[in-house]
């Protein structure tokens, strides 16, 4: 096989577990409204949605080696296909269940994107270098792809089909499916066997697929003490990765889903005011935004395809948080922005500072990090975006509800109908 279509094949492997990985992420915030009613912030949703995720991302250094892949991937499919369903088919008052099966949704989010992030570090298409960048290029212009592929066709089925919200949710529910046919159809063998944790001989590596698996060193019981200096020597191997990528990545997140989840839901207009053909309800406004951002964070999200390189990290981080002084400004003063046009530019390029930040950095860790520690440090690195949507969404419990009060104190009230007209 010619290397530049092995490279094509990583490419669209990638981008197809980055899609389906992270679609049913974005429909569920897409729909949050719809699922917990206009009174009950929206941080709930959010923490549900990230949480589960976060705190996997955060354990999984210290444990995902001596996960197969292959069990990885059948544990995706049975958790997102589970907990969509339980969204679907559980009734409007049980917003209980619908949580847990959001829970559930998230724990398949955060398992699939250490696992395919690290699953990157395997593929370089005959690259002599080891580059990994078109694995990571493809994952991550597929989470930019669900972002928009989910919040356009949520807008598309709602908004202007009318198709109800528990139908829309019940056919996602079959998208999990995919990851197995992209596994077993389409990746290619990985271009090498190396695991930085085991160090030992990786089984069934001439397999169609992955071939990845991992050996178990012997069969004696950890002690405390081994137990202890894993625990200490893999905070060593984290230490290096907080600065330069985790702490970058991590603010920005904070900032942009502050805006998404506790500001941009008071960011409303008069109906009379905005095309009918799309806003319909207040409740619409709040659709429409998130479509917008996912919009952004997708063509920056696949950035890396055409050239676009930022090393500067930072800056990224400081550029997300003036966007959320400006959203703040306008939902306490109705100022800079008289009309809804021009926040809804600002919410497209928030978006483009969130997809860059994103492949920038992990981009940044395949070229700056030894190939000794590439797998391991993806792996890692990955914890900074939830660590920054989980605080977003603490904040957010206050924030939405506090910039909502100061609103209705003025005799704008829109921010309580966020469901209807």
Same mark, same amino acid.
């Not at 230490?239 to 805006?259: A, G, N, Q």
């Not at 500067?312 to 100022?335: C, G």
């Given at each position: 096989?010619?290397?530049?279509?092995?490279?094509?094949?990583?490419?669209?492997?990638?981008?197809?577990?980055?899609?389906?990985?992270?679609?049913?992420?974005?429909?569920?915030?897409?729909?949050?409204?719809?699922?917990?009613?206009?009174?009950?912030?929206?941080?709930?949703?959010?923490?549900?949605?990230?949480?589960?995720?976060?705190?996997?991302?955060?354990?999984?250094?210290?444990?995902?080696?001596?996960?197969?892949?292959?069990?990885?991937?059948?544990?995706?499919?049975?958790?997102?296909?589970?907990?969509?369903?339980? !969204? #679907?088919?559980? *009734?409007?008052?049980?917003? $209980?269940?619908?949580?847990? =099966?959001?829970? @559930?949704?998230? &724990?398949?989010?955060?398992?699939?994107?250490?696992?395919?992030?690290?699953?990157?570090?395997?593929?370089?298409?005959?690259?002599?270098?080891?580059?990994?960048?078109?694995? !990571? #290029?493809?994952? *991550?212009?597929?989470?930019? $792809?669900?972002?928009?592929? =989910?919040?356009? @066709?949520?807008? &598309?089925?709602?908004?202007?089909?009318?198709?109800?919200?528990?139908?829309?949710?019940?056919?996602?529910?079959?998208?999990?499916?995919?990851?197995?046919?992209?596994?077993?159809?389409?990746?290619?063998?990985?271009?090498?066997?190396?695991?930085?944790?085991?160090?030992?001989? @990786?089984?069934?590596?001439?397999?169609?697929?992955?071939?990845?698996?991992?050996?178990?060193?012997?069969?004696?019981?950890?002690?405390?003490?081994?137990?202890?200096?894993?625990?200490?020597?893999?905070?060593?191997?984290?230490?290096?990765?907080?600065?330069?990528?985790?702490?970058?990545?991590?603010?920005?997140?904070?900032?942009?889903?502050?805006?998404?989840?506790?500001?941009?839901?008071?960011?409303?207009?008069?109906?009379?005011?905005?095309?009918?053909?799309?806003?319909?309800?207040?409740?619409?406004?709040?659709?429409?935004?998130?479509?917008?951002?996912?919009?952004?964070?997708?063509?920056?999200?696949?950035?890396?395809?055409?050239?676009?390189?930022?090393?500067?990290?930072?800056?990224?981080?400081?550029?997300?948080?003036?966007?959320?002084?400006?959203?703040?400004?306008?939902?306490?003063?109705?100022?800079?922005?008289?009309?809804?046009?021009?926040?809804?530019?600002?919410?497209?390029?928030?978006?483009?500072?969130?997809?860059?930040?994103?492949?920038?950095?992990?981009?940044?860790?395949?070229?700056?990090?030894?190939?000794?520690?590439?797998?391991?440090?993806?792996?890692?690195?990955?914890?900074?975006?939830?660590?920054?949507?989980?605080?977003?969404?603490?904040?957010?419990?206050?924030?939405?509800?506090?910039?909502?009060?100061?609103?209705?104190?003025?005799?704008?009230?829109?921010?309580?109908?966020?469901?209807?007209?």
């Amino acid at each position: 096989m010619f290397p530049l279509q092995n490279k094509t094949k990583i490419f669209t492997s990638f981008f197809v577990f980055g899609l389906l990985n992270n679609i049913l992420y974005v429909i569920i915030l897409s729909a949050a409204i719809d699922l917990v009613g206009s009174a009950t912030p929206k941080g709930v949703v959010l923490l549900a949605d990230v949480m589960p995720s976060f705190t996997f991302k955060l354990v999984a250094p210290f444990f995902i080696h001596l996960i197969p892949y292959k069990v990885r991937l059948y544990s995706l499919v049975g958790l997102s296909s589970s907990g969509m369903l339980l !969204i #679907s088919l559980s *009734s409007q008052q049980s917003i $209980g269940i619908k949580i847990f =099966g959001i829970m @559930l949704a998230s &724990l398949s989010s955060g398992m699939g994107e250490v696992s395919f992030l690290q699953l990157t570090h395997f593929y370089t298409g005959g690259d002599a270098s080891g580059d990994s960048s078109v694995g !990571i #290029s493809g994952f *991550s212009s597929g989470t930019g $792809g669900a972002g928009l592929c =989910g919040s356009f @066709l949520f807008m &598309l089925m709602t908004n202007m089909m009318g198709i109800s919200v528990t139908a829309v949710l019940l056919m996602f529910a079959v998208c999990p499916l995919g990851f197995l046919a992209t596994y077993y159809l389409l990746l290619p063998a990985p271009d090498h066997e190396y695991h930085e944790i085991a160090d030992t001989a @990786l089984e069934d590596s001439n397999d169609e697929g992955m071939g990845i698996d991992f050996n178990f060193n012997g069969s004696q019981l950890p002690t405390i003490s081994s137990v202890a200096h894993h625990f200490k020597t893999t905070l060593g191997k984290i230490k290096p990765l907080v600065v330069p990528f985790m702490l970058p990545l991590s603010t920005v997140y904070i900032s942009e889903y502050v805006i998404n989840q506790g500001i941009a839901p008071t960011l409303l207009y008069p109906l009379e005011d905005l095309p009918h053909w799309l806003f319909t309800s207040y409740r619409d406004i709040y659709v429409v935004y998130g479509f917008l951002y996912q919009l952004g964070v997708f063509i920056s999200r696949s950035s890396i395809s055409f050239g676009v390189r930022i090393k500067k990290l930072h800056v990224l981080s400081v550029l997300q948080f003036v966007n959320v002084i400006i959203t703040t400004i306008q939902s306490v003063y109705d100022i800079p922005f008289t009309t809804i046009w021009p926040l809804l530019v600002l919410i497209l390029y928030e978006g483009l500072l969130g997809g860059f930040s994103y492949v920038n950095t992990f981009v940044s860790v395949s070229e700056g990090v030894p190939k000794t520690k590439r797998e391991f440090s993806m792996g890692c690195v990955s914890v900074s975006d939830g660590l920054g949507i989980a605080i977003a969404g603490c904040i957010n419990l206050w924030l939405e509800r506090k910039l909502c009060g100061m609103q209705v104190d003025r005799g704008r009230d829109w921010c309580l109908n966020g469901g209807s007209a």
